[in-house]
Structure formats: C-alpha cells, structure tokens
C-alpha cells in the first residue's frame, strides 16, 4: 500500500481545449512547492493530480504546502491498492484505522471509472461498508450526515481509499493569469490584496516605499516577512524597495500640508508605474479601500490614477476593515502587520487631510516640485530582493 495525495482541479475543469496548459502549470508550481520535503511523481487523471512520493517523503508538509496551492478546489491524503476487492477489503481498516476510531458514523461512497472493473459502485460500498463495521464495531451508518465519508475510487491503474476531501485555496494556478506589481506598505491591506490577486493566477512583483531615517530597518524587515507569507500561496516574489526621503522632503517643504498624502501617492504611483513595465507586469495592485482613509475616497483615487499608464487593481475596495482583517488572519499577515514599526505612509501625516481634491488642485501644487529629477533619482535608488516562503 503506497500513500498518495488527490488534488482536485476547481475551476480548471471549466477551461475546454486549454485545461491541459492550466494543469501544467499547476504542476509546475506544485513541483517548486513541494521539492524540500521529497521527491514526488505528478500525474494528470480526470481533472486528478496524483502526487506519488518517490522514497521517503515528509508528507505532513507536503499536504500543508498543497493547501496553500491556488488552483486546487480539493484535496487528499489516499491510500493507493491493487484494483482487487480483497485488497481493497484488507487494506481500507488498516488505512483509515486512525480517522475511524474518533467517528460515530460513516458511510462509504464508491466511484468506478474503470467499468471493467467486476463490481458495480453499490457493491463495492456494501461490501466495504460491512467489513468497516465488522473492524469497527462502534460505528454506525449514516447516508445524511456522517461524521467521516469514506471514499473508494477505482481508477486506471489504482483503486484509491480516502476520507473526507479537504478544501483547497481555490482560485487559479499562479501564473495563468499574468503578472503585476504589488504597492506594499507594513499595513493590513496590502498584503491581503496581494494574496487576493494571486489567487486569481496573478504572479507578483512588490514594490515598497522606504524613508531613512523616519523609517526603520526593521520596518523593511516587516515587509519581508508579510511577503514570506504572501509567498506561501503566491510563490516567488520579487521585492523592489525604492528610497523615497528625498521626495517626502521636497512635498514638506513645497506643497500645501493638507496634500501632502495625495501628492505622495502620484509620486508612489508613478514610479511604481515605470517599475512595473520595466519588470513586465500589465497591472498595479494596491490594498486601498474606499472612504478607508482621506486619501482613499473616489475623488482622491481618481486622482492617483491620473498618474498611471498601467490599469491599477484594488481587490479591498468594497470591504469594510473587519473583513480584511479576517483574511489577513486567515493567512497569517495581521499579527506582523500590527508590529509597530511604521512605514513611509505615516510619515508627515497632514493634520486635516484634503478629502475632495480635485487634480488641477494637486497638478497646480506639484508645480513647485521638481517632479520628473526626482523620480529619477528615486528609480535609481532600488534594492532588490528576491522573497521566498
């Protein structure tokens, strides 16, 4: 009896002709995922990934990296046996011997898509149904609401034996849907609009806005460990920090106080703009929320976008705070986004915030700034990092 693990295809199954490109990759990022807990053979059956470990196999971590996965609407830890109904009779007990023994009630649910196979779908389920109650003398059946369904899958090469699926991240494979850059502050949102884009097959690239002194070294180290976490369902990001002081003082020293977030947002947008088509992404993705905070209402963000060449993607901007805080603590980025260390966005905050600019106001204010040197020299003041989970 060798154990194996089921991954379930979600939305890829709806992809006609392409289906086979989409599982590729899937693939592919499930190989990079899995590659430090063993070696694993991959095979595509019938919208079924089936990840056979070669050797010895940290499966404990494998299963948890395959949960992070997107593109997988389900999966399994199964027991792969002989296609013979004495083999499926022995092995099942042994197998879901652990599963059992905390249930009350079960059932058996057979599918057989190998037709040759001698017994019909009913009686493989009769037949295991009988033995498991025999094995376990405790349980009871319930066809309604059993606390463990117990799955038989007579396939091609292998009968497999499993217990309920788990659910998977869903979404699609990274990859699939292109790549964009990602505005990352040390707050909430933007790591949660990060994961959100990701999971709709977006790769990405980061970019975050640093401002020695008001800032410190372990402000970016709390980036680098939101971005850790990111990567866990992501993968790979590519990290591009850019000082950003200079550009703060000259907006302090030139512009009126109550524009000086949204003037620092044009400038953040904009090199984030050129950064991103440099690094060949089609899309900016940003964590604001509308009416979140005075340089997120519709007539700030309408300002900001002004600024850009690139469609900016803002996954967050119908949630209140509660709900992205929820899936920030669903994949693990709240506790650190709450570290308090700040980030360049709180510096020099203005003390009354113009909430209604219109973009004459902000282009007129920018006049006394030199705008175009200062990207310059801020482009040319990045560091690269390369972020893996």
Known sequence: ???????????????????????????????????????????????????????????????????????????????????DMGAILEKAPEYLKEILENADTFKVNAKRSDKAFPFKSPEISS???????????????DVHNPD???????????????????KGAGGMPVGTGGKAALLISGGIDSPVAGYMM???????????????PFTSVQAEEKVHSLLRQVAKY?????????????????????????????????????????????????ALITGESVGQVASQTIYALGCTDAV???PVFRPLIGLDKDEIISVSRKIETFDISIQPFEDCCTVFTPRHPRTRPTLKMLEDAETALDVDPLIEAAVKNIKITEIEA
């Open 1 to 83: 009896m060798k154990e194996i693990i089921l991954v379930k295809n979600g939305e890829l199954a709806l992809k006609g002709l392409n289906r086979s490109s989409f599982e590729d990759i899937l693939i592919k990022n499930l190989k990079r995922r899995l590659r430090p807990f063993g070696e694993f053979e991959y095979k595509k059956s019938q919208s079924t990934i089936m990840i056979i470990p070669v050797g010895s196999c940290d499966m404990d971590s494998a299963s948890d990296a395959v949960s992070k996965v997107f593109g997988i609407a389900a999966y399994t830890r199964s027991a792969a046996v002989e296609k």
């Open 127 to 141: 037949e295991l149904g009988g033995r498991l109650l025999e094995r376990f003398n405790h349980l009871s059946v």
């Open 148 to 166: 463990v369904t117990v799955t038989v899958e007579i396939r091609d090469e292998y009968a497999f034996i499993h217990a309920d699926q788990i």
């Open 198 to 212: 990701a999971k709709r097959g977006i790769s990405l690239t980061a970019v975050h806005f640093a401002s020695p």
């Open 234 to 282: 992501s993968g790979h990001i590519h990290l591009i920090t850019v000082g950003f002081t200079e550009i703060q003082q000259e907006i302090r020293k030139k512009c009126p106080e109550p524009l000086f977030t949204l003037i620092m947002r044009r400038f953040m947008m904009r090199i984030a703009d050129r950064l991103a088509r440099e690094d060949n992404c089609a």
């Open 308 to 310: 850009t060449t690139l």
